[in-house]
């Protein structure tokens, strides 16, 4: 197993289009996380699953944001309707099990709303 | 205020210099993960600790849970540690990380 993968790397979209990426956790890791990282700034928090289930949503998260991971290993997270706001690096991460475990980072997916 | 603190900011050293990062966290933190960013955006995770220091060829993490504060030495700087640095931790009423805004750090030949 490579580590943590991510579809694509980078995606331009124009404004009010719906964009999708791809996360490829770790094979045996039950936990899988999505964050958002702007520029100049941390990453944040969006959403986790453990296996298939998604146990928190941040309030970041909103309703143009979906997540799912339907058989427990890889997830997907669409934004619907872009807006120039979501223009940023999106993180996926995965874990064994709780958060304290290490998390895995994948490449991130850069976007780029026009 | 952010949960999670870092300082400084930004760092610039002269390669083989001593370097520290501070993390400092207002919210309970059962661990804390300590990260590295390098240009382009790829995060490696360097340590995830609980209690006590641990170590990994020139890096050497500590925390202290009690005051809410870890840091991360670089012995012998090398321009290859140019990075950003960045602490995170979960808090016990959830399980998602919080992150600090990072550290960068520039080492020069």
């Known amino acids: 197993d490579t580590g943590v993968s991510q579809d694509p790397r980078h995606k331009i979209t124009k404004r009010g289009q719906n964009v999708t990426f791809r996360c490829d956790p770790i094979?045996?890791?039950?936990?899988l996380y999505w964050y958002r990282q702007t520029l100049g700034q941390g990453p944040e928090f969006l959403t986790y699953?453990?296996?298939?289930?998604?146990?928190?949503k941040s309030r970041l998260l909103s309703d143009r944001f979906s997540a799912e991971r339907p058989k427990g290993s890889f997830s997907t997270l669409e934004i619907q309707r872009t807006e120039q706001g979501d223009s940023a690096m999106y993180l996926c991460?995965?874990?064994?099990?709780?958060?304290?475990?290490?998390?895995?980072f994948g490449p991130g997916t850069r976007l780029l709303v026009l | 205020k952010n949960e999670v603190e870092q300082s400084p900011q930004n760092l610039t050293a002269q390669e083989g210099e001593f370097i520290t990062i501070n993390c400092s966290y207002s919210?309970?933190?059962?661990?804390l993960h300590w990260l590295q960013q390098h240009p382009g955006g790829g995060i490696v995770s360097l340590f995830m600790?609980?209690?006590g220091k641990k170590k990994h060829g020139r890096l050497i993490a500590t925390i202290n849970i009690q005051e809410k504060h870890s840091s991360l030495h670089i012995t012998a700087s090398h321009p290859r540690d140019s990075a950003v640095y960045i602490c995170?931790?979960?808090?016990?009423?959830?399980?998602?990380?919080?992150f600090g805004t990072g550290t960068r750090l520039q080492v020069f030949p």
């Open positions: 991460a995965s874990s064994l099990d709780r958060v304290a475990e290490t998390q895995y």
């Open positions: 094979s045996e890791h039950n936990r």
């Open positions: 699953f453990q296996n298939e289930a998604q146990l928190e």
């Open positions: 919210v309970g933190i059962s661990a």
């Open positions: 600790l609980s209690s």
């Open positions: 995170a931790g979960p808090s016990t009423n959830t399980d998602k990380l919080i």
